[in-house]
């Protein structure tokens, strides 16, 4: 593990750590950086900024982006199949889920996303959702207006660039999504989510000694692995009994 200075935003532990098999980047501010940051916009810039500096411009830039605030609440859709959206919403607290329902009901989560995500970002460029969005805890997001989002990539790509990498990120993992469920185990299936959420949480600031708060019921781990809920139980039961995790309540430990 090496610290080195991160654009005089405070000390960035980076490392790599090895967590049920994967090796993923490692990633710590200092309490005095967190003071400095927005609190609206925090998590979202820290994640920007793991990828290019933002200068102090285009931070306030962000912030003065956001046209307004709102509560979600759990269970409810933030976004809805077939809408045409004229904002873009990010997450500033709270969990959520990306899906699609089926004609028999069946639902299929195809994302999740945590504080620091745009959960929305690509209905910039796509109009019509071919998906909802749903809170799967009570959320605080922010909303900034497609109108802003287009100047802001007119005018200034540095941060469209920035954008546009956050847009290849979330492509990224759903690539690893679909090899997981074309061709890996439950078992290595199940081993992956949680090393990219830990991954995900850590990246914001949401990880203490290996553990984060996961407020994921098994049904919606089954929803987003495509097992059921008994599979999904007999799994993390295998992964406990091996000491790799414990989970107690919402606060999961990944332990080797």
């Not at 993390?236 to 790799?244: A, F, M, T, Y």
């Amino acid at each position: 593990m090496r610290n080195v200075r991160h654009g005089g935003t405070g000390i960035l532990s980076i490392g790599s750590t090895r967590h049920l098999g994967t090796t993923w980047l490692s990633l710590r501010v200092s309490a005095a950086a967190l003071q400095k940051e927005p609190i609206l916009t925090f998590p979202f810039i820290r994640k920007l900024e793991q990828y290019d500096r933002l200068s102090d411009p285009e931070r306030q830039l962000l912030e003065g982006a956001v046209v307004r605030q709102r509560a979600v609440a759990r269970g409810e859709d933030m976004v809805r199949e077939g809408d045409r959206p004229a904002e873009s919403i990010f997450l500033i607290t709270g969990f959520a889920a990306r899906y699609n329902l089926l004609r028999n009901g069946k639902r299929q989560i195809t994302a999740l996303h945590v504080p620091g995500d745009f959960v929305d970002l690509h209905s910039f460029l796509v109009k019509k959702m071919d998906h909802a969005v749903m809170a799967i805890t009570p959320c605080t997001v922010g909303m900034i207006p497609h109108e802003t989002l287009r100047g802001i990539s007119e005018n200034h790509p540095h941060l469209a660039r920035l954008l546009a990498v956050n847009i290849a990120v979330d492509a990224a993992i759903h690539r690893q999504w679909i090899v997981a469920m074309g061709r890996r185990s439950a078992r290595e299936h199940t081993a992956h989510l949680l090393c990219e959420l830990f991954a995900r949480v850590q990246a914001v600031g949401l990880v203490t000694d290996d553990s984060f708060e996961l407020p994921l019921t098994q049904a919606e781990m089954g929803d987003s692995l495509g097992l059921s809920t008994v599979h999904v139980n007999r799994v993390l039961q295998e992964l406990r009994r091996e000491g790799v995790i414990t989970w107690r309540g919402e606060t999961l430990v990944i332990k080797d």
